[in-house]
């Protein structure tokens, strides 16, 4: 099927097969509503062409329902008028839009909720032990879920996904390692099917409109559930308008996989079409990824790619247009304990609110960049986007700089795809390309940063968290001996870290606490030099430039 064609959820047409899936943003308000910059992010997506946006997930009760902070909320009919805003927004581009409702269970955050965690058994959570539910803590929640999806429905969503998926609440329920219940809530598929069912029938008793469950396909770990289990949970389920897979609890790869894992990860997995309305997300990255996923399921939902391009889906369904890739790094998308969501590809994500203030000045003129690392080819692009025709000159061969020098070959393969999407972007941008040349008198894009290589020796300390120290300890590591401190992995996302530590071992890395220890290279940075900063500073010596000569162009 193309992804072009409109499909069917319920009764409600979706003008394309192409869904923006959830995504915590960070974005909303503290107390859990709406505001323009979350509206605006997720309007973007919508102008993009996007035929459903899925809004990330939004907590049910303010009691102990919230899994982290700014996550938006809808357990009060104060927050209506604003989410009505948002959905007027989204509708404005011909776009639907599905509120996705979830309760946190033992996952909610201990700081942002007025209770203990719940969990339907009183079993390890990383950490921390959540109280069993009682059936009357079961009765409110299910009151919840109700509320909530009213007021979804009166703020004019077209539907709501139920977060059945990734060990909240209703997946937790469905989880023969998390579920050890021996009431009619545990003990067999049924039992343990029955509160998520008796959710959908209390909503689907008041609201008429579509109701869908994300589900994880398999889980990850010890004592985890597989593929077929999954397709049980989706095919026993009654009720429901769609269902969407998703992956994983809480090891990776899960969902979110990183560039270690395979495209089009969690359809891979998939045993058989299911005899119900089905979207599968997962690491598409293109049109091939996207046909694939399209051959066995009905709708097929992107996360990471619409960040790192809002217009993601239009350019899809327009072969021509080159989409500005999901990398998988995982880096600035997942860093939400305390950031908003970023992409490492693309500086405008989170900040469409801010940008549209400011509109792109058009100039007249000539520019020479000099530079075809990251920040070269940003600037070329940016000084093409305010209508300067440039020539950018690179002294190599190939356009790339420092992603040239990637040591890491999966990694290699991933972010290829950037410097593949400049070279497109930037011939349907006209500018001229001037390899194996240096023009010193325009505009220098040399990084401004350059982080030096690992010394070479036959036994090496590292205590670095830069991406390509990262690379080089597990080069290295094929035949030197190696010492990393614990704490070079904190700018990696808990995924990426759990996946760095298992490849690490199997190639012999040893472990080791910082302190106290004389290291060869020692380099922690809260904020490193990479791929966005690059490029922020590639626009910058551009918008620097206009500004300069902006009495010229008078
Ligand atoms: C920043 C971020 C936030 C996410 N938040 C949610 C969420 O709120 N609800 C949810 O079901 N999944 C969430 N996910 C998982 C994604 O919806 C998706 O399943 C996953 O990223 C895999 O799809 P992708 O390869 O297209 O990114 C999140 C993922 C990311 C990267
Ligand atoms: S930060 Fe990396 S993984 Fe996340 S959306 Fe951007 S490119 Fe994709």
């Known amino acids: 099927m193309h992804p072009g064609e409109s499909g069917y959820i319920g009764n409600l047409k979706i003008k394309n097969r192409i869904v923006m899936a959830p995504m915590i943003s960070n974005l909303g308000n503290p107390d ?53 805003r948002l959905t007027e927004r989204v509708h404005m581009h011909g776009a639907k839009t599905f509120m996705q409702l979830v309760h946190a269970g033992g996952k909610a955050s201990q700081q942002y909720n007025r209770m203990r965690s719940f969990a339907p058994s009183s079993v390890d959570y990383i950490g921390t032990t959540p109280w069993e539910l009682t059936q009357q803590d079961i009765s409110e929640i299910i009151e919840d879920f109700v509320h909530a999806a009213k007021n979804a429905k009166d703020s004019f969503f077209d539907g709501i996904e139920l977060h059945g998926a990734h060990g909240y609440l209703l997946s937790e329920f469905m989880s023969p390692s998390l579920n050890r219940r021996t009431d009619r809530y545990g003990g067999d598929l049924e039992g343990r ?189 940016e000084a093409a986007k305010h209508g300067l025709e440039v020539t950018l000159y690179n002294k190599g061969e190939r356009l790339g700089g420092q992603l040239l020098s990637i040591t890491d070959k999966r990694k290699a393969i991933e972010f290829s795809k950037l410097i593949e999407y400049y070279e497109k972007a930037l011939k349907m941008a006209g500018v001229e390309v001037v390899l194996n040349s240096e023009n010193r008198s325009g505009i220098i894009c040399a990084p401004d940063k350059v982080y030096p290589d690992l010394p070479e020796k036959d036994e090496i300390w590292i205590d670095s968290n830069i991406y390509k120290h990262h690379d080089q300890a597990l080069e290295m590591a094929e035949n030197h001996k190696v010492y990393m401190s614990r704490r070079s992995l904190s700018s990696l996302d808990r995924s990426r870290v759990l996946e760095y530590e298992k490849l690490a071992s199997e190639k012999g890395i040893v472990f080791v606490d910082h302190a106290g220890k004389n290291f060869d290279i020692s380099i922690v940075e809260r904020n490193q030099y990479d791929i966005r900063s690059a490029m922020v500073s590639g626009r910058e010596l551009i918008r620097e430039y206009i500004e300069r000569n902006s009495s010229h162009y008078l």
């Open 32 to 84: 859990g509503s709406t505001n323009e910059n979350h509206i605006s992010y997720l309007e973007e997506r919508a102008k993009g062409g996007f035929g459903l946006i899925i809004t990330e997930y939004t907590f049910v009760n303010n009691r102990n329902s919230r899994g982290s902070v700014n996550e938006t909320g809808i357990y009060d009919r104060k927050f209506i008028p604003k989410f009505r």
């Open 193 to 381: 099917l029955r509160f998520p069912q008796e959710v959908v029938e209390a909503i689907r008793s008041e609201i008429d409109f579509p109701v869908g469950m994300r589900i994880s396909l398999y889980e990850n770990g010890d004592n985890s559930y597989n593929p077929e289990y999954g397709l049980k949970i989706a095919e026993n389920l009654k009720g429901l308008d769609y269902v969407h897979f998703s992956a994983g609890i809480f090891n990776p790869p899960g969902s979110s996989a990183s560039f270690y894992d395979s495209r089009t990860h969690i359809y891979n997995m998939l045993p058989r079409r299911p005899a119900v309305t089905t979207m599968v997300v997962g690491s598409v990255i293109d049109l091939n990824d996207a046909e694939r996923v399209l051959s066995g399921a009905d709708f097929v939902a992107v996360a990471r790619p619409s960040l790192a391009d809002p217009y993601f889906a239009m350019k899809l369904l327009d072969n021509n247009k080159p989409i500005r890739p999901c990398i998988r790094c995982n880096q600035a998308c997942r860093d939400l304990a305390l950031g908003e969501v970023r992409c490492t590809v693309n500086p405008d994500t989170g900040l469409e609110n801010s940008i549209r203030h400011y509109p792109v000045q058009k100039v007249k003129g000539h520019i020479a960049v000099s530079g075809g690392g990251i920040k070269g080819m940003e600037a070329a692009l």
